[in-house]
């Protein structure tokens, strides 16, 4: 799916969640990755090396905008790879299961893709598959998001 025009603004919230772009440690790191991807089967930066992940986030080639509640605790979070830009990969987005179902996520991936394009990009795009949650087309599309290939490939390639 992609993105090729500026996308609307969020709509406000008047919840005590927030939004902000972060830089994480790879423990933290790891530890969001796991508590949003472990129900979808995530096992990419699962599998990189230590120390190239943390290359990869101290290194100015990705953004991370993570969703917190009152207290601190990520819900969720929108990760950008800026590797090769003008072009950006919406490489990674979701939310923990306890924060699913009340709106947090469509908001998360508004505020982060309208940021992200602050930055000036041509295209956004993302790839998503039947593993993904089941609301996630929908989510993307609402965002403006257009499917522009479709691909059937066996497990693994990616």
Partial sequence: MELRESPTPPI???????????????????????????????DQRLQMPATDLKE???????????????RGHALGFCEFDLSAFPEIELKNFGLIPAAQGRGLGPWLLAVAIREIWRSGPTRIWLHTDTWDHPAAIRVYERAGFH???????????L
């Avoid at 969001?32 to 995530?42: A, I, K, N, T």
């Avoid at 990869?56 to 009152?70: A, E, F, M």
């Avoid at 499917?147 to 390639?157: L, S």
């Fill in 12 to 42: 406000e919230r008047c919840g005590g969640e927030r939004i902000a772009l972060e830089r994480l440690s790879r423990d933290e790191y790891l530890t969001l990755y796991r508590s949003v991807g472990e129900p979808l089967r995530w």
């Fill in 56 to 70: 990869l986030l101290d290194g100015r080639l990705l953004s991370i905008y993570v969703l917190r509640n009152l």
């Fill in 147 to 157: 499917v522009y290939d479709v691909r059937n490939e066996a497990p693994g390639m």
